[in-house]
């Protein structure tokens, strides 16, 4: 299991824009470098990821070679009922990661 | 008043590092990057200092023995503690320095496999102990059993090395604060280290920067661990007793 750094507010207001912010680890090697042994190393990246809020997608993004190594996300959502927040990357080399937060809105 | 004033208008034209304000690389770097640093949550550096936790809690070598088993409580126990190395060790009768002392408590103390200098665990135990020193300041020991190192350090520092012919302290010292292409040149203080350099796209240690420096300059670097580099270490530390440290920090 990659570590994580997830921002979410445990507690929002009906209506409110909260800010979500995720740091995962990942080494997001682009397949283009050498290795120590002049060896292209090949690729290993995260592909996908996505944002569910109470069942329903809000929020998802193509991962490319082109971006960093522990890649950091951050990005909105407009709160409408309490419910389970899910974070999931997927990569390549079957990466996989699901991360769950609850929010409760008033 | 009158015998004053040419000192005064003379004093900007010798100014060196030593007579300058000191400052942290952070100070140097653009806003957005400052911020990355001081969230915690957008701090990448952050990511091992949860891994370096996790490692703390996790037994490990025949006794089953975790570092929290001794070192229980450790935002009491490791306060202060990476605030003070490179310190003396007794076993070796030799300066060792923080990520030394860890790898060596594991060996010795726990009997578990050895941990490379550079490895992910080594990194992440160094970034979680000296996480714990946050905001405190560098206080490098009293100890004169270190001197000599710290001398040695100092004589490494100045000493002009590799095919451009260049010391530490011609580019950290007398140039410090002006530009080497587009990058402002830092005064070299150790304060959060290791860190996070987005160059590297991975946490690394204060030898891997000297390193760094080191094959940038075309000299051979000094194999991980060995006493040149704890030396150098030692003085940078007395160099910036008093500054906060800031592991695990961010830069460029």
Same mark, same amino acid.
């Given at each position: 299991m990659a570590r994580v750094l997830i921002n979410i507010p445990a507690a929002a207001r009906r209506g409110e824009i909260i800010p979500i912010r995720t740091l995962i680890q990942h080494t997001?090697?682009?397949?283009?470098r050498p290795g120590a042994d002049g060896e292209v190393l090949p690729r290993d990246i995260i592909r996908r990821f996505t944002c569910t809020y109470d069942g329903e997608e809000v929020f998802s993004a193509e991962f490319s070679p082109a971006i960093a190594a522990n890649p950091f996300l951050s990005f909105t959502l407009v709160t409408t009922n309490s419910g389970p927040v899910v974070l999931r990357w997927e990569g390549d080399n079957g990466f996989a990661q699901t991360e769950t937060r609850e929010i409760t809105v008033a | 008043m009158k015998r004053a004033l040419p000192i005064l208008l003379l004093a900007p034209l010798c100014l060196s590092a030593s007579a300058q304000e000191r400052r942290s690389g952070f100070e140097n770097m653009a806003r957005d990057t400052q911020a990355m640093q001081t969230d915690d949550t957008a701090n990448p550096g952050m990511l091992w200092v949860l891994e370096g936790q996790s490692l703390w809690h996790q037994p490990a070598g025949p006794a089953a023995? @975790?570092?929290? @088993?001794?070192?229980?409580n450790t935002e009491v126990s490791m306060r202060g503690v990476a605030a003070r190395y490179p310190a003396w060790d007794e076993a070796s009768a030799a300066p060792i320095d923080l990520a030394g002392r860890i790898a060596q408590c594991r060996e010795? &103390?726990?009997? *578990?496999p050895p941990l490379a200098r550079e490895s992910q665990g080594l990194l992440s135990l160094s970034a979680y102990v000296g996480n714990q020193s946050r905001g405190l300041p560098i206080a490098p020991p *009293?100890?004169? !059993?270190m001197d000599a190192a710290r001398e040695q350090g100092r004589a490494l520092y100045t000493a002009r090395r590799g095919q451009l012919d260049l010391s530490c302290a011609q580019c950290?010292?007398?140039? *410090?604060? !002006? &530009?080497l292409a587009g990058s402002t040149i830092p005064? *070299?203080?150790?304060?959060?280290?290791?860190l996070y350099r987005l160059e590297w796209q991975t946490l690394g240690s204060l030898q891997r920067r000297l390193r760094g420096c080191m094959t940038g300059v075309r000299a051979e670097p000094f194999a991980y661990g060995a006493s040149e580099y704890v030396a150098i270490e030692a003085f940078l530390a007395s160099r910036a007793q008093g500054m906060a440290l800031e592991t695990p920090a961010v830069r460029p």
């Amino acid at each position: 299991m990659a570590r994580v750094l997830i921002n979410i507010p445990a507690a929002a207001r009906r209506g409110e824009i909260i800010p979500i912010r995720t740091l995962i680890q990942h080494t997001m090697e682009t397949g283009y470098r050498p290795g120590a042994d002049g060896e292209v190393l090949p690729r290993d990246i995260i592909r996908r990821f996505t944002c569910t809020y109470d069942g329903e997608e809000v929020f998802s993004a193509e991962f490319s070679p082109a971006i960093a190594a522990n890649p950091f996300l951050s990005f909105t959502l407009v709160t409408t009922n309490s419910g389970p927040v899910v974070l999931r990357w997927e990569g390549d080399n079957g990466f996989a990661q699901t991360e769950t937060r609850e929010i409760t809105v008033a | 008043m009158k015998r004053a004033l040419p000192i005064l208008l003379l004093a900007p034209l010798c100014l060196s590092a030593s007579a300058q304000e000191r400052r942290s690389g952070f100070e140097n770097m653009a806003r957005d990057t400052q911020a990355m640093q001081t969230d915690d949550t957008a701090n990448p550096g952050m990511l091992w200092v949860l891994e370096g936790q996790s490692l703390w809690h996790q037994p490990a070598g025949p006794a089953a023995q @975790s570092c929290a @088993s001794c070192h229980q409580n450790t935002e009491v126990s490791m306060r202060g503690v990476a605030a003070r190395y490179p310190a003396w060790d007794e076993a070796s009768a030799a300066p060792i320095d923080l990520a030394g002392r860890i790898a060596q408590c594991r060996e010795t &103390r726990q009997g *578990a496999p050895p941990l490379a200098r550079e490895s992910q665990g080594l990194l992440s135990l160094s970034a979680y102990v000296g996480n714990q020193s946050r905001g405190l300041p560098i206080a490098p020991p *009293a100890d004169p !059993r270190m001197d000599a190192a710290r001398e040695q350090g100092r004589a490494l520092y100045t000493a002009r090395r590799g095919q451009l012919d260049l010391s530490c302290a011609q580019c950290h010292d007398d140039n *410090a604060g !002006r &530009r080497l292409a587009g990058s402002t040149i830092p005064q *070299a203080h150790p304060t959060g280290y290791p860190l996070y350099r987005l160059e590297w796209q991975t946490l690394g240690s204060l030898q891997r920067r000297l390193r760094g420096c080191m094959t940038g300059v075309r000299a051979e670097p000094f194999a991980y661990g060995a006493s040149e580099y704890v030396a150098i270490e030692a003085f940078l530390a007395s160099r910036a007793q008093g500054m906060a440290l800031e592991t695990p920090a961010v830069r460029p």
